[in-house]
Nanobody
Framework: QVQLVESGGGLVRPGGSLRLSCAASGISDTIFGLYSKSWYRQAPGKQRELVASITSVGSTFSSDSVKGRFSISTDIPKTTMFLQMNNLKPEDKAVYYC?????????WGQGTQVTVSS
């Protein structure tokens, strides 16, 4: 059973930084490497949206709203993925979820709250 656990969320001032982590268990590093990996977020009253993703071969994507500020990365041997968030803005406030997907296999973390406020 694959489980994903996010950490690193919290309260930060505008312009600050946070680094989210998503640790996967119940999966080997070899199989973890085959998954595409993504971060999503959901703000109150809004739909869940894709923030950033990375494919099994390392191609990355970032949404226009976070491009140049957020970056996704992975540590395959540790079956962990990260979201580095810089220059945070109040509109980045949301619950952030990690997701890994490979064919019909689709797994989500429980979410971690990020609040940006002065």
């Amino acid at each position: 059973q694959v489980q994903l656990v996010e950490s690193g969320g919290g309260l930060v001032r505008p312009g600050g930084s946070l680094r989210l982590s998503c640790a996967a268990s119940g999966i080997s590093d070899t199989i973890f490497g085959l998954y595409s990996k993504s971060w999503y977020r959901q703000a109150p009253g809004k739909q869940r949206e894709l923030v950033a993703s990375i494919t099994s071969v390392g191609s990355t994507f970032s949404s226009d709203s976070v491009k140049g500020r957020f970056s996704i990365s992975t540590d395959i041997p540790k079956t962990t993925m990260f979201l580095q968030m810089n220059n945070l803005k109040p509109e980045d406030k949301a619950v952030y979820y990690c997701n890994v997907r490979w064919g019909s296999r689709d797994h989500w973390g429980q979410g971690t709250q990020v609040t940006v406020s002065s």
